[in-house]
């Protein structure tokens, strides 16, 4: 293939906020054709095309190297691909789709308040009913690895085709593994979690496949897509603080101890100071220079940064180029 293929979800709130992603990094996805059309396009992005996909479809068909990007949660990275730190590269967390795989039991089973807990009423289930407690859950490969890491073997999984959650009470499972965001669902359905019952911490990431044919094209076209991601990102994460300063050296150096940089400054022998600050020492930032002589500190809010070396764009390139 010689364009760059994004494959990002059709439908539902993880599209939204896909399409949102793009938007703060100026990007704008098209879909020709509307809703029924499963291939679109960025505006003014002629090497790239997007594949719309279901979230499970998106991590297949990066396993499978018939996309280059995907944008996916973890859990169906991990759950999907046999082995997946050989076939993707994990560019970015994205910040949205956050969600926890989990471990949940009833409510009613009040001696189990960790994994260990849980080991310990596996054994005593077999010998008192002379099976295995079942788990209900749609993560097989997850539920199988953690449990042999926590050295949980007496128990047996039933793959779950509808409401997780609800297996206890219908006596369907003793207990689930499943996803959730807020925990309210568990809760309504009386259900519980470990303290160390969390297998995995998900969220939306955008994720490459290290089995594509990352031609010259399709690189060029990651490049110019992860140059305008890393540089939204960086203006979302930081601030441009100014100051007017007596002595540039000592204020570089204090402003540096927090954290800050100087991306440039008016004339080199100029004593304004243009610093770039991460946005939670912005305070401390301006604290530092006030006490350098800085008169005022300003701060200004940025759309976009943008640095020759892209700190996304150099590990990708490092993983697909053979």
């Given amino acids: 293939m010689s364009k760059l293929v994004i494959a990002i979800p059709s439908k539902g709130r993880l ?13 704008k ?5 509307g809703a029924r059309n499963y291939r679109g396009a960025i505006k003014g992005m002629e090497s790239v095309e997007i594949a ?13 190297g018939k996309v280059h990007f995907g944008i996916t949660g ?19 967390p994205l910040g949205f789709g956050h969600a926890d795989v989990v471990v949940a039991v009833p409510k009613a089973w009040i001696d ?12 005593d289930f077999r010998g008192r009913h002379g099976n295995r407690f079942r788990v209900a859950t749609k993560y097989v490969n997850l539920t199988r690895a953690f449990f042999a890491e926590k050295g949980i073997a007496d128990y047996r ?4 085709a509808g409401a997780t959650e609800g297996a206890p009470a219908a006596d369907t499972a003793e207990l689930i593994v499943d996803i959730t965001s807020t925990g309210s669902t568990l809760e309504a359905n009386n259900l519980k979690i470990p303290r160390d019952g969390v297998i995995l911490k998900s969220q939306a990431n955008l994720v490459a496949s290290i089995n594509a044919d990352w031609s ?23 601030k441009l603080v100014k100051a007017s300063v007596k002595d540039r050296t000592a204020a570089l150096r204090a402003a540096s101890r927090v954290g800050a940089i100087q991306p440039y400054s008016a004339t080199p022998d100029s004593q304004l100071l243009h610093l770039l600050c991460p946005k939670d020492a912005v305070a401390a930032c301006a604290e530092a ?12 809010t940025l759309d976009y940064v943008f640095s020759r070396d892209n700190r996304l764009f150099k590990p990708l390139k490092q993983r697909v180029v053979r």
């Fill in 15 to 27: 599209q939204d906020n896909t399409h949102d992603f793009f938007a703060r990094a100026g990007l």
């Fill in 29 to 33: 996805v098209t879909r020709p054709g």
């Fill in 52 to 64: 719309f996909l279901s979230a499970s479809e998106i991590a297949r068909e990066l396993a499978e």
């Fill in 74 to 92: 973890l859990d169906l990275i991990y759950e999907s691909i046999p082995d997946p730190d050989k076939a993707v590269h994990v560019v970015s």
């Fill in 112 to 123: 189990v308040e960790t994994m260990a807990d849980l080991g310990d009423v596996a054994s």
């Fill in 157 to 160: 999984i039933v793959e779950s």
């Fill in 216 to 238: 010259e094209t399709a690189l060029a076209g990651a490049r110019a897509i992860l140059d305008r991601v890393a540089a939204e990102e960086q203006a979302r994460n930081s």
């Fill in 289 to 300: 220079l006030i006490s350098e002589g800085a008169e005022t500190v300003t701060v200004e």
